[in-house]
């Protein structure tokens, strides 16, 4: 039976509550001989600026670089509205993309059946959706430099940011993009800003390329970005795979996110390259959703997202795709047995606390084994 070495940083907020669920599953899937799960715990974001003054200690980014699969949980909270910028908790989940070479972002859009009528869109819109935005992670505006605030001699001060792609960066998200197309509907949007930005118009280019030569049997279409978030908020069904850099998948990502009805039930995946000594890749699972500060600690926070997140590990890290489709099958069991935590209620509805969604999650996975 394989092994596979887990680091868990659960972070700030509602971070710990969600991810004590996660390892409930975690647990059900090593007790059913899936594998067996190694797993060290971690600080990152506020806790770990608490204890050791930076968002994440070099001891915990060394237990990060020999793990199989990292299970993050959201950083951040008003306690640290005043901390050094280098500091701030968003830093600690900065520096694990960064270091970890996690340049590919996985965000599944999915619409539950059970919750089409939580989507602030019509039902109708919404119904069946499943679009998936690659994002590009370690390039572009978030780290290009410079990067700061000088002050100019007549006094002002300027603020800089610098967006830069290099062709390489480019190629290979696309190729991610193309080849996760390629196990889904075969269509591959690339939304980008080439009308004013030269970033824009190189990531055409370059994707343009990458499609005749590698993936010309599959559809490429290209969208400007502010016409994609149009887009999704209109017809969003007309969308497989949208590829985008690194600030568009932050805005983007968000929009569809929400068009699902919670932004408390979506799982990402953070990939680096493929090891080709060993075949394997650094991965980081988070869900979409933050730290929910206004919540933290009351217990009702809902960890599906982080709970599929897991399921996300098991597919892409641990090749265990039974494993995964049976925990995304025993999560939409849950919620059409009328189960909600309190951020997905309606009507007709029975709402339970954050433990109360893992046990009927991990007593489902027990009723589906069988
Ligand atoms: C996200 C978040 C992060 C980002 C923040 C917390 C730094 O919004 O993962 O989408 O901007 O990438
Ligand atoms: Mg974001």
Request: with cysteine; aromatic share 4%; net charge negative.
């Given at each position: 039976m394989a092994t596979h070495k887990l680091l868990i940083l659960p972070g700030d907020g509602i971070g710990p509550e969600?991810?004590?669920?996660?390892?409930?599953?975690v647990a059900w899937f090593?007790?059913?001989?899936?594998?067996?799960?190694?797993?060290?715990?971690?600080?990152?974001?506020?806790?770990?600026?608490?204890?050791?003054?930076?968002?994440?200690?070099?001891?915990?980014?060394?237990?990060?670089?020999?793990?199989?699969?990292?299970?993050?949980?959201?950083?951040?909270?008003?306690?640290?509205a005043d901390v050094p910028y280098s500091k701030r908790p968003e830093a600690g989940l900065l520096r694990l993309r960064k270091d970890l070479g996690l340049f590919a972002n996985l965000r599944p859009a999915i619409?539950?059946?059970?919750?089409?009528?939580?989507?602030?869109?019509?039902?109708?819109?919404v119904e069946g959706l499943d679009i998936l935005i690659v994002r590009e992670l370690t390039g572009g505006v978030y780290f290009g430099e410079p990067k700061e605030i000088v002050t100019l001699e007549d006094g002002q001060q300027r603020g800089i940011d610098t967006q830069v792609y290099t062709?390489?960066?480019?190629?290979?998200?696309?190729?991610?993009?193309?080849?996760?197309?390629?196990?889904?509907?075969?269509?591959?949007s690339s939304a980008e800003k080439h009308n004013v930005m030269k970033t824009g118009v190189l990531w055409k280019q370059v994707v343009t390329r990458i499609h005749k030569a590698e993936f010309a049997d599959m559809e490429?279409?290209?969208?400007?970005?502010?016409?994609?978030a149009m887009q999704l908020v209109r017809w969003p069904k007309q969308y497989d795979v949208i590829v985008c850099d690194n600030l568009f998948g932050d805005i983007l990502s968000d929009v569809a996110a929400m068009l699902t009805g919670?932004?408390?039930?979506l799982p990402s995946a953070s990939l680096g390259a493929e090891d080709p000594a060993t075949g394997k890749r650094k991965a980081l699972y988070e869900p979409v959703h933050g730290s929910a500060p206004d919540i933290a600690g009351k217990g009702a926070a809902n960890p599906i997202a982080t709970i599929s997140s897991f399921s996300m590990a098991l597919r892409y890290s641990f090749?265990?795709?039974?494993?995964?489709?049976?925990?995304?099958?025993?999560?939409?069991?849950?919620?059409?047995?009328?189960?909600r935590t309190a951020d997905i209620r309606s009507d007709n509805t029975h709402v339970v606390g954050?433990?109360?969604?893992?046990?009927?999650?991990?007593?489902?996975?027990?009723?589906?084994?069988?």
């Open positions: 969600v991810m004590a669920e996660v390892e409930k599953v090593g007790r059913q001989g899936v594998a067996a799960f190694e797993t060290e715990r971690g600080l990152v974001g506020g806790s770990a600026y608490d204890a050791h003054g930076e968002a994440i200690s070099n001891g915990d980014m060394a237990l990060a670089q020999a793990a199989d699969a990292v299970l993050f949980g959201a950083v951040g909270g008003p306690k640290w619409c539950f059946p059970a919750l089409a009528a939580a989507s602030s869109l019509k039902p109708e819109v062709t390489s960066e480019i190629e290979r998200i696309t190729r991610v993009a193309f080849e996760l197309a390629r196990t889904r509907r075969n269509k591959v490429l279409e290209h969208v400007l970005a502010d016409n994609c919670s932004l408390g039930m090749k265990a795709i039974e494993a995964a489709d049976m925990l995304d099958k025993a999560v939409t069991n849950v919620l059409a047995s009328g189960l954050t433990a109360g969604m893992g046990d009927a999650i991990v007593k489902e996975l027990q009723h589906l084994a069988g």
